[in-house]
């Protein structure tokens, strides 16, 4: 029991089961002008409606430059932050379904819940050179509020981190106890949690 948070781990390779995941990944790789729509200029202030998109992917990539020497700890610190500036908006009321896996662009665009929190910042430290076998999307029960969340769990230097939209601080998963991770997941495996349940 000595995976995230407690867990026993049971990787697989088989992806087929997450369709959320892979159709997020097939929307990110379009080319850009598949993408979206044309954004015509406008008057009045800058960075609204679809122009949000490309304000918050400049933005985005100026603070990739910004970091690109940063690393380990600091650097996990300073993308947390970055992208829990965002409001938090659940899906039904962003996208009108239950549960949409919303590419960084789409962020950018409508904000978004707590699994495209975690996705975007996966895919910053992908560009920032993190390894995507060092990170994993975690979906998880938040005890406390009894909920489904989702958080991105990140090794480096030793020690597994968790980056969470609910708090900026960045900590050692070993020191959240609230939370009981279902599966994990990054572009090439996926692993089942169990977790001894203990009686109160």
Known sequence: MNGLFGSREIPSSNMKSFDKWTEMWRRHN???SEKEPTVEPV?????????????????WNQFITDHTESSGFDLLEAVNEYMNKSPYIVDPVNWGIPDYWATPDEFFLKDGDCEDYAISKYITLKRLGVPIDRMRLV???DENLRTAHAVLAVESEGETYILDNQVDAVLPHGQILHYRPVYSINETTWWLHQVKRFSR
């Open 30 to 32: 379009l080319p850009r």
């Open 43 to 59: 008057d009045g202030p800058p960075c609204r409606g679809l122009a949000r998109i490309q304000c918050g992917r400049d933005a």
């Open 139 to 141: 979906i998880l029960q």
